[in-house]
């Protein structure tokens, strides 16, 4: 029995994560080695990424899809020495080689990869799912977001203890356990199962509040509406959430209670898949005989188009990690986006897992790695972004003392109007000594406080002659003491 049980997991171990996805089985399961050069080639009337990497003895020569166009580009803009950057790539699910060819004495190995190919830069480093999120809108947002501090708030506290309560809602009403609609002795309605866990997780979240200078009585009010519209979707929903028999599945019994053990509910799971460089936490998942399930629960204000392309990927990036981390005797996972901030019920979205949305995923993962490893930030996304981006000052400052590109807001937007769209946002933000014009940020000296805590040896002060405008932005006069220091510090950020 043993024997048997260690030959089933060297099998799951051995098998291609993408070929349970893909109907045609893989040639070659992985390949990994330097990246030596990138660009594109035109093929078939098209110019597609092309890209050589040394496996050792051997070359490989990649014939890649549409998806990495990006990456290829980025990796052509870090100039002819790329060889010499040590950039690893590792690439799954390959069709046999097309030919082989010979060059300077070693064999070089073509291959053209077909729509379920996946090739990972730099796969040793793993980011996180939020990041891919965070990036969502510019790519550069993930290097700012390590820069810049991000304080508790009460919101933050509020959705924690909704989704912690939302969380015990599901353990308590699972399975075959009825559910009521209101509580009549029999049993305890949903809403006052809410209730009674957001009060316990609130007396419990004293030195939280206390950080975020948050009033209970103010918190319990801001999560009324939303502990309400999870009653009564939940109580809609209950039927269909908990659909499947404990034992629906023929087989062994020993098969049939291992996969009982398994059913059941798990808030914060952590997953992490060093196969494609991501980790992340699933806020509520659980399985079924035979079936998995992830729901992702945002209690944000729920304003504009839903679902949030942001929100989307993030689901997107956790379907990336069940599909290496899935059981082949498992069906695809189901996904719920659900948002507690629609007035009333929360409103829920189903989201598929495709391999469109895989290979997405995976692009901007890369674009995020290449930043990461290079400490070099994508080139700014253009005014129309630029303009609007709620990190568009602080962009501006980080640019001006790391020498970056700077962004490129619309020339014709006045200077009171990029004022009042960091306003808000920056109201989020600890203030530092030299605030001014409602700016948190001003200064260099309250830039670089926040981030690292220490005084600098040539402090900006908060006076006029210290800045310039550039398209409406208040730019800081960078001092090469300055400059020096933050860009040892940027440095040793990216040793990790």
Request: charge should be neutral; charged fraction near 25%.
């Amino acid at each position: 029995m043993i024997t048997n049980r260690v030959d089933q997991q060297e099998a799951i171990e051995q098998e291609c994560f993408l070929c349970i996805l893909d109907p045609q089985p893989c040639s070659v399961k992985k390949l990994e080695g330097y990246i030596i050069d990138a660009r594109e080639v035109r093929s078939e009337g098209e110019m597609v990424p092309f890209i050589t990497i040394n496996v050792g003895t051997e070359l490989a020569a990649l014939t890649l899809t549409r998806y990495y166009r990006s990456l290829i580009q980025a990796l052509v803009d870090l100039g002819p020495d790329l060889h010499k950057r040590k950039l690893k790539l590792r690439v799954y699910h390959l069709p046999p080689a097309i030919r082989t060819t010979e060059n300077k004495g070693r064999l070089v190995h073509h291959y053209r990869a077909n729509a379920y190919t996946l090739a990972i830069l730099e796969p040793d480093t793993v980011l996180n799912i939020t990041d891919l999120s965070h990036a969502e809108y510019c790519s550069r947002q993930y290097l700012l977001h390590r820069l810049v501090s991000s304080p508790p708030s009460a919101a933050a506290i509020r959705g924690n203890l909704v989704h912690h309560s939302f969380k015990e809602l599901l353990k308590e009403h699972g399975g075959s356990r009825p559910v009521s609609d209101h509580a009549d002795g029999e049993g305890e309605s949903s809403l006052s199962t809410l209730q009674r866990h957001f009060k316990q997780a609130l007396e419990r979240s004293s030195i939280d509040l206390a950080l975020a200078n948050a009033s209970p009585d103010e918190l319990r009010i801001d999560a009324v509406p939303h502990l309400e519209s999870l009653a009564t979707w939940f109580q809609k929903q209950h039927a269909t959430l908990w659909d499947m028999p404990a034992a629906t599945m023929h087989g062994q019994d020993t098969e049939v209670d291992e996969q009982k053990n398994e059913n059941g509910v798990r808030a914060e799971t952590f997953l992490l898949a060093p196969e494609i460089g991501l980790r992340g936490r699933l806020d509520l998942f659980w399985k079924q005989t035979g079936r998995q399930r992830l729901l992702e629960l945002k209690t944000g204000g729920a304003k504009g188009d839903l679902p949030n392309a942001a929100h989307r990927w993030q689901v997107q990036g956790y379907h990336a990690l069940l599909a290496v981390r899935r059981d082949s005797k498992m069906k695809k996972a189901l996904a719920t986006l659900l948002y507690s901030g629609t007035p009333g019920e929360a409103q829920s979205f189903g989201i598929l897992p495709t391999v469109k949305q895989l290979q997405r995923v995976n692009e901007n993962r890369n674009i995020l790695v290449l930043s990461h490893v290079t400490g070099i930030p994508p080139a700014p996304p253009g005014p129309s972004r630029c303009t609007k981006c709620a990190m568009l000052e602080q962009c501006a400052q980080v640019s001006a003392l790391l020498d970056w590109r700077p962004p490129e807001p619309d020339s014709h937007v006045s200077s009171g109007e990029v004022d009042a769209n960091f306003r808000g946002h920056n109201a989020l933000r600890p203030t530092a000594q030299g605030t001014r014009k409602g700016h948190p940020y001003h200064t260099t000296d309250g830039l670089l406080r926040s981030m690292v805590g220490v005084p600098l040896a040539g402090t900006l002060g908060g006076g006029d002659d210290t800045d310039h405008q550039s398209n409406g932005l208040h730019l800081p006069i960078v001092q090469p003491q300055d400059r020096l220091f933050f860009t040892k510090y940027y440095k040793l950020l990216h040793l990790e």
